[in-house]
């Protein structure tokens, strides 16, 4: 258990988890503007995210003007949006209290009022989640790499990066931006930078995906989820989602985003399929469709095959129907196309601007083909290293492919139908990546294989849930029927506590004693200083963290010059250099310094003196920690 006062949130937490707040709020009242209020809350915040990206991202390639403004006012309509387009449009004028309590009215007399019950009672149910994360900082080497880089270039200048304008001190400056654009919208007030700002917009993605969970299980848009049924729908999408890790799900990495978009836009299109076969409006599906599949191609670059999986399995059911297959073809084709755009615009814009920018395909003489046959062994390797996850993924595929067989096409074939066509598309291109766009071992060991498919998770829960749906639950609950509601609604509120230390990647001993060192730094140096931070022992992993935190993490120091040594030789010779920081010395350093955990020191007429020395707390008798960071770099040993 870590000290209590780790997971007591500081003021610039609060602030970021406000800023999430407003700008959710915001992108649920612009998805409820584009859908004319008919997508419910969850369904309304990812259409709305949709709707962001679109205008922020095409500003940001055709101008380098700022988007402050138009982000600005994206905000300021969205949550308007709460208030109907019938106060917006209809001649309402007056003070900004008149419009809030005809918003209010609106709400309460239209159906915004039950939406915003369902989501009170989903963050309700969080709270102890909630809780728990609210002082989650940034961890993993990639957040550092690139995550977190890009998106405080988008905080510190207002427009995306390019080769020729200020440096964005990212590995990936020209990775796609849709998760960094929600971060941006949720700085827009803030003083200071939200570095955990995508944490927590991932969180709210899951809670949204547990709403959606939630009403799949009652079967109804409209009609208020019991909380017990939303209690059942956070379980399933968090703790009961076999692809959940809360290493990277209760982190800034893409993964939940990507799988929690994935399962609203399979959802939608298995939903608008099955409309339009039977004669009904499906408009309202086909925008969220639409807006869901632009905001999943542009979050990571191997999105795009996902959209592929949804828009080209959603094409074949459409082609195969037996009714109204023309207007499916035409609603997806239509639907598909903000994404294809804003994918091509975006490709246009990373090659134009920058000579690198991002992870680039090898050139053919160097793709993996001889090592095809180890790639797929150490692919079965990862499946069977994960085999609850691919048991369940494999299992309900051949429910769907058996379903589709038999010519079941209800709403649940058409969901599973989407998830296997997804798989069988995402995965191939995996396949290819791993041949012909991972650089060395990476490739060759199928690079987190298994982290890749999690983003298949909740589509993979959602048709689980609709295969589910009708059995006769109550008769399978038998006498505790009654007492069933109350346990769910304690599950979901007590879980948490018991796996804190698995929910808080950040609060292992590696991470706090790499945050410690740079804080150390980060507090006794100039934003224009120069400094060496030499690592003995390191695989690659603490620099970027360290680097990071003293660059992003408050007090800021972005523009500081780092340079990084293995050794203490090369790092105390180099001239240019006259600061260095030395996480870890287990032994005496020489150059007439005192002997420390860790030290900070500084070169003066060739001789160095100490700045700043430390001592590390012990690290608790029965404590692990994954390697993720090179425990010898922080004076620890390795522990699994």
Not at 347 to 370: C, M, N, Q, T
Not at 606 to 629: I, R
Request: neutral net charge; aromatic residues 10%; charged residues 15%.
């Amino acid at each position: 258990m870590p000290p209590l006062g780790l997971l007591v949130p500081s003021w610039l937490d609060l602030a970021g988890w406000a800023g999430v707040a407003v700008a959710s709020v915001a992108t649920m009242g612009l998805g409820r503007l584009v859908t004319r209020r008919r997508a419910p809350p969850e369904s309304a915040l990812i259409a709305g995210w949709g709707v962001i990206v679109l205008v922020l991202s095409g500003w940001g390639i055709a101008t380098p003007a700022s988007m402050y403004w138009p982000a600005l006012a994206l905000l300021v309509l969205g949550i308007a949006g709460w208030a109907d387009e019938i106060s917006l449009f209809d001649g309402v004028h007056g003070t900004v209290a008149g419009t809030a309590a005809l918003a209010i009215g609106d709400l309460a007399d239209r159906g915004g009022k039950k939406a915003l019950r369902g989501v009170g009672r989903v963050v309700v149910l969080a709270l102890p989640l909630l809780a728990l994360t609210a002082s989650a900082r940034p961890s993993l080497p990639d957040t550092w790499l690139n995550l977190l880089p890009n998106a405080a270039y988008l905080y510190d200048h207002n427009f995306f990066p390019a080769d020729a304008r200020p440096p964005a001190h990212s590995l990936l400056p020209g990775a796609p931006y849709n998760m960094q654009l929600a971060s941006y919208m949720a700085g827009l007030f803030l003083p200071n930078f939200p570095a955990s700002a995508m944490i927590d917009f991932n969180i709210v993605l899951q809670l949204a995906a547990g709403l959606l969970l939630a009403r799949i299980i009652l079967g109804e848009d409209t009609a208020l989820p019991r909380w017990s049924i939303v209690a059942l729908g956070l379980l399933l999408a968090i703790p009961l989602n076999p692809g959940f890790d809360p290493r990277y799900h209760l982190s800034p990495y893409s993964e939940p985003s990507v799988m929690v978009v994935l399962a609203f836009a399979g959802w939608h299109a298995a939903r608008a399929l099955d409309r339009i076969a039977g004669g009904r409006d499906a408009r309202s599906d086909l925008i969220v469709l639409a807006l869901a599949l632009a905001a999943l191609v542009n979050i990571k670059q191997e999105s795009v095959a996902l959209d592929c999986g949804i828009v080209v399995s959603a094409l074949l059911l459409a082609a195969t129907a037996r009714a109204g297959r023309g207007a499916a073809l035409r609603g997806i084709v239509l639907a598909a196309l903000p994404a294809l755009i804003l994918y091509l615009a975006w490709r246009w814009y990373v090659l134009s601007h920058f000579a690198v920018g991002e992870l680039k395909g090898l050139p053919f003489a160097a793709w993996h083909i001889h090592e095809l046959a180890e790639i797929l062994v150490n692919i079965l390797r990862a499946i069977g290293g994960k085999l609850v996850f691919f048991a369940i993924l494999y299992a309900t595929l051949a429910v769907a492919l058996w379903r589709l067989a038999r010519r079941e096409l209800d709403l649940g074939t058409r969901l599973g139908a989407l998830l296997l066509g997804s798989a069988i598309v995402y995965n191939l291109a995996l396949l290819g990546a791993y041949v012909a766009h991972f650089e060395g071992l990476m490739g060759i060991e199928a690079h987190s294989y298994f982290r890749y498919n999690t983003h298949l998770g909740l589509l993979l829960m959602a048709a689980i849930v609709l295969f589910l749906r009708d059995w006769r639950w109550s008769q399978i609950a038998g006498r505790w029927q009654r007492a069933l509601p109350a346990f769910l609604v304690l599950l979901a509120l007590i879980l948490p506590f018991p796996f804190l230390p698995l929910l808080r990647f950040d609060l292992e001993v590696p991470n706090l004693r790499a945050y410690q060192a740079a804080h150390e730094a980060a507090t006794r140096i100039g934003d224009n200083d120069r400094l060496m931070l030499i690592v003995p022992g390191d695989n690659g992993t603490v620099p970027p963290t360290i680097e990071g935190v003293i660059r992003f993490l408050p007090p800021r120091r972005p523009n500081v010059d780092i340079a990084v040594a293995d050794n203490i030789p090369d790092g105390f010779t180099n001239k240019d250099y006259p600061l260095a920081l030395l996480p870890c010395t287990p032994f005496p350093v020489g150059f007439g310094l005192p002997r420390a955990d860790g030290e900070l020191v500084k070169r003066t007429d060739s001789e160095w003196h100490a700045l700043a020395t430390w001592t590390y707390a012990p690290p608790p008798a029965h404590a692990h920690w994954s390697q993720v960071l090179a425990p010898a770099a922080l004076c620890l040993p390795p522990r699994g």
